[in-house]
């Protein structure tokens, strides 16, 4: 329905709101596990049905995992057509995920730093994905005298969006943290990286 009443050449933020409704509509269809492009993968995620805080007020869509026909996503394909925004940065994706979650859990804030259950959905802390928030995302493109273990962390973003403007890259042999994570977690991307010469 949403679909047929926009107009993609009008729609400032179409790439991300299509993406948006791709990542739900095939959830809700097959199930599984959905993580954005720009996640470095630590180990496997031991939850099935999933939602990960991206802050103490928001949880985030772009990692996130359900069983196929679960309520949540289908209660979130539902809002998306009703409450369509697509003129605002994140309606359609973290604020909608946000909206739902709290019809479900009746909450407004993620507190602490431990995992919790609401019905049969696990909200996992933030530290299990953003160690290192969208605002101190330079960070990773920086040499630490002492690199961080990353215990707890399933994956870890590297918020690509908000580098758009800085376009830091990985520069084999520049000893940063990103450099060492795609050394040990992405070794066939790695060695590829190396051997064209070309910083991503």
């Known amino acids: 329905q949403f679909y047929l009443q926009v107009d993609p050449a009008k729609e400032i933020y179409w790439a991300h709101v299509s993406s948006d409704a791709c990542r739900l509509a095939l959830l809700w269809k097959h199930g599984g596990i959905y993580m954005d492009t720009d996640f470095i993968s630590l180990r496997p995620i031991p939850h099935h049905n999933f939602l990960a805080a991206e802050s103490k007020e928001y949880s985030s869509n772009a990692v996130l995992g359900f069983s196929s ?15 369509y925004r697509g003129d605002i940065w994140g309606y359609q994706g973290p604020f909608l995920f946000t909206r739902i979650r709290n019809q479900f859990c009746n909450m407004a804030f993620f507190n602490g730093k431990e995992d919790f259950m609401c019905g049969n959905i696990t909200i996992l802390s933030p530290e ?3 160690p290192i928030g969208p605002g101190s995302f330079n960070r990773y493109y920086e040499v630490w005298d002492k ?22 890259t990985i520069v084999p042999g520049s ?3 990103v450099e060492h994570l795609y050394q040990k977690n992405c070794p066939s991307v790695y060695t ?3 051997r064209k010469k070309t910083p991503v």
């Open 147 to 168: 690199e961080p273990t990353f215990d707890i962390c399933y994956a870890l973003h590297l918020w690509n969006y908000a580098n758009r403007g800085d376009h830091r």
């Open 69 to 83: 026909h679960h309520e949540f996503t289908w209660k979130c394909m539902e809002d998306f057509v009703k409450n």
């Open 192 to 194: 590829e990286l190396v």
């Open 175 to 177: 000893n940063t943290l």
């Open 128 to 130: 299990h994905f953003y």
